[in-house]
């Protein structure tokens, strides 16, 4: 018999807050917290939205990535920024403790208690992307990001695809991009925690160009991503 399915969502990069104690190592980077480098902008507003509409519990930081980046590993050279790499060990190890374990430690106990107590967890967690990198222009509205060694995951990403593109064929939804989703990341740990039959981690991916657009298209945007949503995980 399968599992009854049990979403959560997360939202890594929610905000660009800098607390207090830690504002004078960030003097002179402030411009750089109001960009992509800061947070994901749109990602946040889009994981209360998804939320709201799966009646899904919520798991939010709000911390800027440039104090510690909660998606991902530990030992990854982009854990700390250029603001806090060159810190004290004891800085570094607080910072670490408080908020990069204190969350993420919270969510995978999470899991797994759904998982104890029976249920398949379909984990989306809430980014967005930059529109150009580097010089490259990202050609994609929505990603969907996924290892497609595990079938759950594979399987609801085809639909969801399909769905989206249903409802908004000017939309190009691709999979596995602006990165792959086997790639370090808070998802790809948790595959590591959890078997492929209880555990599908999905990272969305929205185009901030979208975001910056506001207004009714990027209100449609959100719409339609989660209807298809929706529509995606009532079909499995």
């Known amino acids: 018999m399968a599992k009854p399915d049990y979403v959560l969502i997360t939202c890594e990069h929610g905000g660009n807050r800098i607390p207090a104690r830690y504002r004078p ?11 992509h480098r800061g947070y994901d902008p749109g990602a946040l507003a889009l994981a209360r939205q998804m939320a709201k509409a799966l009646t899904a519990p919520l798991f939010v930081s709000s911390t ?21 790499r060159g810190v004290p060990a004891k800085v570094r190890r607080d910072i670490l403790e408080k908020y990069y374990l ?11 208690d759904a998982i104890a107590h029976g249920s398949r967890v379909i984990h989306l967690s809430s980014h967005s992307f930059t529109p150009e990198l580097d010089g490259a222009i990202r050609n994609a509205d929505v990603g969907l990001l996924y290892d497609p060694a595990r079938s759950g995951e594979l399987e609801l990403c085809r639909r969801w695809q399909t769905r989206l593109k249903a409802r908004a064929p000017e939309l190009d939804v691709r999979r596995n991009y602006p990165y792959t989703g086997k790639s370090d990341g808070f998802t ?13 981690g999905i990272e969305l ?19 339609q991503v989660i209807g298809s949503l929706c529509q995606a995980i009532t079909a499995g």
């Not at 590993?73 to 700390?80: P, Q």
């Not at 204190?102 to 797994?112: C, F, G, L, M, P």
């Open 25 to 35: 190592l960030f003097a002179g980077f402030d411009a750089l917290l109001q960009t």
């Open 205 to 223: 991916e929205i185009n901030q160009k979208h975001v910056y657009k506001g207004g009714r298209q990027w209100h449609a945007l959100r719409s």
């Open 64 to 84: 800027s990535r440039l104090l510690i980046d909660l998606n991902r590993s530990i030992g990854h050279s982009h854990l700390y920024s250029e603001a806090t």
């Open 188 to 200: 790809a740990y948790l595959r590591r925690r959890f078997p492929a039959d209880v555990y599908v």
């Open 102 to 112: 204190t969350y993420r430690n919270q969510v995978e106990a999470h899991i797994a």
